[in-house]
T-cell receptor
Framework: DVKVTQSSRYLVKRTGEKVFLECVQD?????MFWYRQDPGLGLRLIYF???????EKGDIPEGYSVSREKKERFSLILESASTNQTSMYLC???????????????FGPGTRLTVL | GIQVEQSPPDLILQEGANSTLRCNFS?????LQWFHQNPWGQLINLFY???GTKQNGRLSATTVATERYSLLYISSSQTTDSGVYFC???????????FGTGTRLTIIP
């Protein structure tokens, strides 16, 4: 089974702090994604990555950056946390099957971040 | 960008009932997936179904791509089916999914 893990289930930070959220997958997937989930808004894509050191902006990248130095690890960075970044953050991965079409995405358990 | 609408937003049913959840999308899609998010927040992929019909136990899904909708059927509901069901689509072939806002299903014993 695919396993996607996230470094913390719950995190509390103060405004202005630099925050790192880590995601690791164990299935050698090429693609990795970071979403945030807010009530009434569903899941919104922040950033995604097709390969090591590759990154693409999603729908709401402002205030975030990412890092993918190794294939299995994708980090989301909040450079200076703000209260409007309080949310549930979900990481996902998928196998790239570009010649055949998209593959299913597998999600981690989520990190509930509160910024005070 | 593509719009994804799910209905109904909330559904409360007795255990044993059947249900149909709907997903409408505004453009042609390369990828459509249904997910279940359990009460603890974990998202599980149910179906990858850009077209056609699939079945997995008590769950089945049908996507009519030409009419831009997909249906998720749950038969003989159980309390463990409670949670939020999301439909997500990709219409550029770049594996970037756009999610609907979900249907919250509550199954009462």
């Amino acid at each position: 089974d695919v396993k996607v893990t996230q470094s913390s289930r719950y995190l509390v930070k103060r405004t202005g702090e630099k925050v790192f959220l880590e995601c690791v997958q164990d299935m050698d997937h090429e693609n990795m994604f970071w979403y945030r989930q807010d009530p009434g808004l569903g899941l919104r894509l922040i950033y995604f990555s097709y390969d090591v050191k590759m990154k693409e902006k999603g729908d709401i990248p402002e205030g975030y950056s990412v890092s993918r130095e190794k294939k299995e690890r994708f980090s989301l960075i909040l450079e200076s946390a703000s209260t409007n970044q309080t949310s549930m953050y979900l990481c996902a991965s998928s196998l790239s099957v570009r010649d055949l079409g998209a593959d299913t995405q597998y999600f981690g358990p989520g990190t509930r971040l509160t910024v005070l | 960008g593509i719009q994804v609408e799910q209905s109904p937003p909330d559904l409360i049913l007795q255990e044993g009932a059947n249900s149909t959840l709907r997903c409408n999308f505004s453009d042609s899609v390369n990828n459509l997936q249904w997910f279940h998010q359990n009460p603890w927040g974990q998202l599980i992929n149910l179906f990858y179904i850009p077209s056609g019909t699939k079945q997995n136990g008590r769950l089945s899904a049908t996507t009519v791509a030409t009419e831009r909708y997909s249906l998720l059927y749950i038969s003989s509901s159980q309390t463990t089916d409670s949670g939020v069901y999301f439909c997500a689509v990709d219409n550029f072939g770049n594996e970037k999914l756009t999610f609907g806002t979900g249907t919250r299903l509550t199954i009462i014993p």
